[in-house]
């Protein structure tokens, strides 16, 4: 089954290369510029479209099947995305307006808006902070292993 999948995707990875360089080839031969033919642009962004949604799927698809045929991989996922819910949660309560009125008007935004914002710069930090946290304690671990 996982050498299938696997020349499936070669296979499919080659037909939109091949796709996307034929179209490069013609975009280029007719000059490169503003008088390519628009229906040479369609088919090359239809070819972006379809790489595009492909990658999509198999991007909401693999990590499900992957939790279905592993599922002790599939609690330490769920127990980070809570952590990463609670975090969020934590970051909403600590953020707030600071701006007055005039200076919400001034930068067209509204109260709410602000505090979306803070709440996502603070949990920006925090995740930025446990980044370096698990950097250092990586490095320092390894050292005495």
């Given at each position: 089954?996982?050498?299938?999948?696997?020349?499936?995707?070669?296979?499919?990875?080659?037909?939109?290369?091949?796709?996307?360089?034929?179209?490069?080839?013609?975009?280029?031969?007719?000059?490169?510029?503003?008088?390519?033919?628009?229906?040479?642009?369609n088919g090359?962004?239809?070819?972006?479209?379809?790489?595009?949604?492909?990658?999509?799927?198999?991007?909401?698809?693999?990590?499900?099947?992957?939790?279905?045929?592993?599922?002790?991989?599939?609690?330490?996922?769920?127990?980070?995305?809570?952590?990463?819910?609670?975090?969020?949660?934590?970051?909403?309560?600590f953020a707030g307006?600071?701006?007055?009125?005039?200076?919400?008007?001034?930068?067209?935004?509204?109260?709410?808006?602000?505090?979306?914002?803070?709440?996502?710069?603070?949990?920006?930090?925090?995740?930025?902070?446990?980044?370096?946290?698990?950097?250092?304690?990586?490095?320092?671990?390894?050292?005495?292993?």
């Amino acid at each position: 089954m996982d050498n299938i999948v696997k020349k499936v995707f070669y296979i499919v990875s080659l037909l939109l290369i091949i796709a996307a360089t034929a179209y490069q080839v013609v975009v280029l031969y007719q000059g490169g510029g503003d008088d390519v033919d628009p229906g040479i642009l369609n088919g090359y962004f239809y070819v972006t479209y379809i790489a595009f949604g492909l990658s999509v799927l198999l991007a909401l698809v693999f990590p499900i099947i992957n939790m279905l045929t592993n599922p002790k991989g599939a609690i330490r996922t769920f127990i980070g995305i809570g952590i990463a819910v609670v975090l969020w949660f934590v970051s909403s309560a600590f953020a707030g307006n600071s701006y007055s009125p005039e200076q919400l008007e001034l930068m067209k935004i509204d109260a709410q808006t602000s505090a979306m914002v803070g709440t996502g710069l603070i949990y920006t930090y925090i995740m930025f902070g446990l980044a370096v946290v698990s950097i250092i304690y990586a490095g320092v671990s390894s050292f005495f292993k």
